[in-house]
């Protein structure tokens, strides 16, 4: 799912592209993309676009008039600028969105259909689909504190509930845990001082350096390519590779569609984790430690030589 960074960077292209462009046209590939119906979707043609902004996950096309598109992507939802009036895809198009500078396509890769289209007028409209999930990037280590200890659940967990972070989903909090060296799975209302600080100025540094990657990777092109596995990222998609850090190899627990991606040794103190189902499936077979995979691994005749440490990435 497209997250802060890949939102921000999709927003500071469209802006170059759409600012003060007309809306001459929507086509709608899919009839389940479009979820609102007052005002009608007709109401949005021959309007100015008047500014973008992100609302949590979700591109935000203010028009003039007082209506806004808002987009959601969801997990495989993307966009891709086209010349004025192209053909989207037949498979995998959900829409076309026809501006006086060029056309706006979304796709959604694989059956099920996630991505969405609202269109609402006003603030107070916008304002209901906003989960209210705190803007780390504006905000103090207050802030931050009270956000993370509303509610008593994992770091994991916590980061990516959109009531409580705006914009942080499961890749970025993977990555955010690992600068940390924090274990995903701890309580957040376990945290010292010292860790609550050091998560805070760690959220801020992993959002604000992947704004800054994908900024320069995209250039003045509009960004395609958007993924949530990532070239440069320490844990997340890197499951059984080695830590950037420690040279450990990357672990992962599976949760129904989502996995949390860690390094025992930098997060854990070397402790290996599993979801409450694998546990009870394993029982005593699970390993618990790295030190056990390892032995259990070379007890199979696999050889396993320990990558050496390497040095942290900038």
């Known amino acids: 799912m497209p997250e802060l960074p890949d939102v921000t960077v999709y927003i500071e292209a469209l802006e170059r592209r759409l600012l003060g462009a007309r809306l ?31 609302l949590g996950k979700r591109i935000v096309i203010g028009l003039d008039g007082d209506l806004f598109l808002l987009l959601h992507l969801m997990i495989a939802g993307r966009l891709h600028w086209r010349p004025v ?19 706006l396509v979304l796709t959604e890769a694989g059956t099920k259909r996630r991505a969405a289209i609202h269109l609402v007028r006003g603030q107070a409209g916008l304002r209901a689909h906003d989960p209210g999930g705190l803007e780390v990037l504006g905000a103090d280590l207050a802030a931050f504190r009270a956000a993370l200890v509303a509610e008593n659940h994992t770091l994991k967990r916590t980061l990516t509930d959109p009531r409580l972070f705006s914009g942080i989903g499961n890749a970025y909090a993977d990555e955010i845990l690992h600068r940390a060296r924090l274990s995903p799975v701890k309580l957040a209302r ?7 600080a050091g998560l805070f100025e760690a959220t801020r540094a992993t959002l604000l350096d992947w704004c800054a990657r994908l900024r320069r990777e995209a ?10 596995f990532r070239e440069g990222m320490a844990v997340h998609g890197r499951y059984g590779k ?18 949390t991606n860690y390094c ?19 029982r005593e077979d699970w390993p618990r430690t790295l030190e056990d995979l390892e032995e259990r691994s070379a007890g199979r005749g696999v050889s396993r030589a320990r990558p050496g440490p390497t040095r942290p990435s900038a």
Not at 29 to 51: M, N
Not at 85 to 103: Q, V, Y
């Open 24 to 54: 001459d046209g929507v086509r709608l590939l899919s009839p389940f993309v479009l979820r609102s119906v007052d005002p009608p979707l007709t109401a949005a043609v021959g309007r100015t676009v008047s500014g973008l902004r992100r």
């Open 85 to 103: 009036g192209a053909r989207p895809p037949g498979k995998i198009g959900l829409a076309a969105l026809d501006f006086s500078t060029g056309t």
């Open 190 to 196: 376990q945290l010292t001082d010292t860790e609550l």
């Open 219 to 228: 250039g003045e092109d509009f960004p395609e390519g958007v993924t949530a």
């Open 242 to 259: 080695p830590c950037p850090v420690c040279g450990a190899p990357v672990q992962r627990i599976v949760h129904a569609e989502t996995e």
């Open 264 to 282: 025992a040794r930098c997060q854990t103190a070397g402790r290996l984790l599993a979801d409450r189902a694998l546990s009870r499936l394993l």
